[in-house]
């Protein structure tokens, strides 16, 4: 069985991005491409086939990560597709939210610093208007939130 991901911000083309590619590398670290897939998106339409930007992949790249992927916007069929919704910050969370008018799908939906084990931070903000630094912060963040989270995902949802 595989085990989907889905990370979410704004744009698509900084932090969920971002996310996406570290949470593949350290997959690929761990030999366990096989069993778990990522996917990322935004909750506007504002990059719909963007590349991600490109001070998020130079601070990614000058850790060792390579960047792929075009930004899509979030859409209700994600719901069905993916076992975990993971937002950035509370207001794409809220944003996510909204789409479910039923609450059927609320328990799929998590921020994503939930899952950070050496920062405190409480969402990860969007550095697209600020400078280098922001980004290699966001960068130390989400390397964090995605080892807390692939080890979540061993314990509790890979079965092998």
């Not at 130079?58 to 060792?64: C, I, K």
């Not at 994600?78 to 909204?98: G, H, P, R, S, T």
């Not at 995605?146 to 079965?159: A, D, K, M, S, V």
Request: proline fraction near 2%; charged fraction near 25%.
């Amino acid at each position: 069985m595989v085990y989907r991901l889905l990370f979410v911000c704004l744009g698509n083309i900084c932090r969920s991005p971002a996310a996406e590619n570290i949470m593949n590398h350290l997959i690929k670290e761990a030999n366990l491409e096989e069993q778990i897939i990522c996917d990322s998106a935004g909750t506007s339409s504002y990059h719909i086939g963007a590349a991600p930007d490109r001070r998020m992949k130079s601070a990614a790249l000058s850790r060792g990560i390579e960047f792929r992927g075009r930004a899509r916007q979030f859409d209700w069929f994600d719901f069905k597709q993916f076992d975990l919704i993971l937002a950035m910050d509370q207001e794409n969370y809220q944003n996510i939210l909204v789409l479910d008018s039923q609450g059927v799908y609320k328990n799929k939906v998590r921020l994503i610093c939930e899952f950070m084990t050496q920062h405190h931070e409480k969402q990860i903000l969007d550095p697209y208007y600020g400078g280098r630094a922001g980004f290699d912060k966001v960068i130390d963040l989400l390397l964090d939130a995605c080892g807390g989270l692939l080890e979540e995902i061993r314990q509790n949802h890979l079965y092998f």
